[in-house]
T-cell receptor, first 113, second 113 residues
């Protein structure tokens, strides 16, 4: 079945690294995504990784993919107050005839001074 | 307009009333989606449309209907609203390709009393 799981909350100190973890069940997913939702707004794509990659780095963001364990993580270096948001992991199953994305429940990242 | 818009921003509705949430995109995207977001449950897909003239059911379609008469518009109708439909509703669109980045509207906060 389709299921994307992530913890609901994460609290980190400003300046530290944040690591948000996600597990997914569909090994056929070609793309895996991280979306960010700021308060009162819709989701925005933060970054994505193609399934044949192990790692992708984009400035302060590092995405790690472990296909064997179906585990995806997002690391935010030097976490800032502006990083406070809900982060959604998502997969795009290739078996689906529709262009659907399966979202996790979201991890709320809070930053403490 | 640029991107994807939703109307109304928020609405309080009496149970049993009919309500249509509007969604319009100007990116000429093939695919459009309706999600509801509830605390702890993340985003759940209600209905989707891969292209104008076609629609499909998502994870939680009961009590909702959609139409896709043209590329730009994808209205969501609640025929007879119930309190369990109190939620934040997000419309999204995408090109519908393998790399399926979805662009989200700002959301409609609906309260059914």
């Amino acid at each position: 079945g389709e299921d994307v799981e992530q913890s609901l909350f994460l609290s980190v100190r400003e300046g530290d690294s944040s690591v948000i973890n996600c597990t997914y069940t569909d090994s056929s997913s070609t793309y895996l995504y991280w979306y960010k939702q700021e308060p009162g707004a819709g989701l925005q794509l933060l970054t994505y990784i193609f399934s044949n990659m192990d790692m992708k780095q984009d400035q302060r963001l590092t995405v790690l993919l472990n296909k064997k364990d179906k585990h995806l993580s997002l690391r935010i270096a030097d976490t800032q107050t502006g990083d406070s948001a809900i982060y959604f992991c998502a997969e795009s199953p290739t078996y689906s005839s529709a262009s659907k994305i399966i979202f996790g429940s979201g991890t709320r990242l809070s930053i403490r001074p | 307009i640029a991107g994807i818009t939703q109307a109304p921003t928020s609405q309080i509705l009496a149970a049993g009333r009919r309500m249509t949430l509007r969604c319009t995109q100007d990116m000429r995207h093939n695919a459009m989606y309706w999600y509801r977001q509830d605390l702890g449950l993340g985003l759940r897909l209600i209905h989707y449309s891969n292209t104008a003239g076609t629609t499909g059911k998502g994870e939680v379609p009961d009590g909702y209907s959609v139409s896709r008469a043209n590329t730009d518009d994808f209205p969501l109708t609640l025929a007879s609203a119930v309190p369990s439909q109190t939620s934040v509703y997000f419309c999204a669109s995408s090109r519908g390709e393998a790399h399926n980045e979805q662009f989200f509207g700002p959301g409609t906060r609906l309260t059914v009393l």
